[in-house]
């Protein structure tokens, strides 16, 4: 219990709007700790944390870049099935609208997106057949997200493998 109102309370010096930490209720509160961390944007000075932003990365390829890492995270850690590339479609198309429409571009506002788009699929029975969850999925998203913004200083979770950079090099 300490420990997670300890991350409520850094989750609200940070900015981290309501909905995020509803979240962190559900993620447990060291996968919180560690997306909390990487949600904000290094800034220098006293001013607050400004929230990353996706605005800046090229929408298409982003989009393929998130589909690509994602299917091969899932494929590596379980083992192949068409599941996770239904999944990666689901999650790349989430990216691809909100970024599109210019909305929700933010780290928190992009987890929150992807996490309903899984938990609401067009496909009732996406994760039938998954071992992992909606939210372990959007939280993988951000993770992968925030290293294309901030790079290997972010301090997420999960690290890219490359295949993602390969299928993002591929859209043209």
């Not at 995270?73 to 198309?93: F, G, K, P, T």
Request: with cysteine; hydrophobic share 50%.
């Amino acid at each position: 219990v300490v420990l997670a109102l300890g991350t409520l309370l850094l989750a609200v010096a940070l900015g981290v709007g309501h909905a995020h930490v509803s979240l962190i209720s559900r993620i447990g509160a060291s996968r919180a700790r560690a997306y909390v961390a990487c949600a904000a944007a290094p800034d220098s000075g006293d001013s607050p944390p400004k929230r990353a932003s996706f605005a800046a990365l090229d929408g298409k390829r982003t989009a393929a870049y998130l589909r690509a890492e994602v299917q091969d995270y899932l494929d590596r850690e379980w083992m192949v099935q068409q599941c996770h590339s239904d999944i990666a479609d689901v999650c790349a198309q989430t990216f691809l609208d909100a970024y599109t429409a210019g909305e929700g571009l933010d780290a928190s506002s992009m987890l929150m997106r992807i996490a309903d788009a899984l938990m609401t699929p067009a496909d009732p029975m996406l994760f039938d057949e998954a071992f992992v969850g909606p939210f372990d999925v959007a939280n993988l998203c951000s993770d992968l997200l925030m290293h294309k913004i901030v790079g290997d200083s972010c301090g997420c979770n999960v690290k890219p493998t490359g295949v993602g950079d390969v299928a993002a090099a591929a859209v043209e």
